[in-house]
């Protein structure tokens, strides 16, 4: 427990989130029991808990600079970058619509077999009729799928989009239970009438699965929605891991962060993220910098002829600008053409139909 539940630390803020929250609850309702009734099993749930709070503190000490984040809470320092970012991030995103989250990220069979599983086990629990060892189980199942479900549903948790896809791992548990009891009420029924009804549910029932499960794979073979790069992508992106001397590059602003991001992991670069100007006066995802360095970006980009714009290549030591001139999943602003045009002061170094990355001349 306690070395699976800190590699979650690892992995994800969002998922630690409410990892945390559930064994918060987990630990209320489930240790007090264990320690009046089982004091030996009581011990070892809550050595573990201790354990596996102890390596994510641990871990958590540098990473999110747990020390001034906490001393930034109380009010006694002034705020860390991660309780800057955690500002910046509650009540931003908006959560996804009822709707769209019931149908599209959620499938509908999943959503209702979920419902029906969750109903069947609080049934179960109501009714007393489940063991001692798997009474605990049950509840924890329910509280995860309440916790990510509530969590999708306002702003107040920073990323109700992303409690929202993460819903359907305890739905889908759900749905199998809800499933697997419906094909056995099939066999339970010696009436023919209840026979054929229940025939029918399933019949319905794997219909619905079916059908969900061709979409998705009609899905999965097309092109993606959200496919952000292209091979011509990936080209400029090992071009530029390639030519990597040190120094930074700037990468042109389109429509969030990823482009910028994506083509900086690529080269192997790690500062000077790009943002469009409602990202950086509404901010959600800005660097530990500030504001500063992504105003300083789109500078360059919208004046490619300036002395402004050469102080700020030489203050970021700034070796290539790396401008998109078409994307798969988004429409592209033309920075390109405003270098192109000064072949006086930039040199093209790559070239082809989805990026074009340039260098100053003197450089």
Do not use: C
């Amino acid at each position: 427990l306690s070395l699976i539940g800190y590699s979650v630390v690892l992995y994800h803020p969002v998922a630690s989130l409410y990892e945390a929250a559930l064994l918060v609850l987990v630990t209320v309702y489930i240790v007090p029991y264990l320690l009046a009734h089982e004091r030996a099993k009581g011990l070892t749930v809550l050595s573990s808990l201790a354990l596996l709070g102890s390596l994510s503190v641990i871990y958590a000490w540098g990473t999110y600079d747990l020390p001034q984040t906490v001393v930034g809470l109380v009010g006694a320092s002034e705020a860390s970058t991660t309780d800057t970012a955690m500002g910046m991030a509650v009540g931003t995103q908006v959560p996804y619509p009822l709707g769209f989250l019931v149908g599209t990220i959620v499938t509908q069979p999943v959503a209702w077999l979920g419902l029906l599983g969750a109903v069947l086990v609080l049934t179960e629990l109501l009714g007393r009729r489940v063991s001692e060892p798997l009474a605990p189980a049950h509840v924890t199942l329910l509280l995860w799928m309440l916790l990510l479900f509530f969590g999708s549903r306002t702003p107040l948790t920073g990323f109700p989009q992303r409690f929202g896809r993460d819903v359907g791992i305890p739905l889908a548990i759900l749905a199998a239970l809800g499933f697997v009891t419906i094909l056995r009420s099939l066999e339970a029924r010696r009436k023919p009438q209840a026979v054929f009804m229940v025939s029918l549910v399933v019949l319905l029932t794997g219909s619905l699965v079916g059908l969900a499960a061709v979409e998705s794979l009609r899905n999965s073979s097309a092109a993606s929605l959200q496919l952000t790069t292209t091979p011509q992508i990936a080209a400029a992106g090992k071009w530029l891991k390639d030519h990597n001397t040190g120094g930074n590059i700037i990468v042109s602003p389109h429509a969030n962060q990823v482009p910028s991001r994506m083509m900086l992991a690529m080269g192997h670069y790690s500062a000077l993220q790009s943002f469009e100007p409602g990202q950086i006066m509404n901010p959600r995802d800005l660097p530990p910098t500030g504001p500063g360095p992504p105003w300083d970006v789109l500078w360059v980009v919208r004046h490619p002829d300036n002395q402004r714009t050469d102080r700020i290549l030489s203050k970021y030591d700034v070796r290539y600008v790396v401008l998109y001139k078409s994307m798969p999943d988004r429409p592209t602003q033309d920075y390109w053409k405003l270098f192109e045009a000064r072949s006086d002061l930039y040199r093209i170094t790559f070239e082809n139909d989805a990026v074009l990355i340039v260098a100053r001349r003197e450089t």
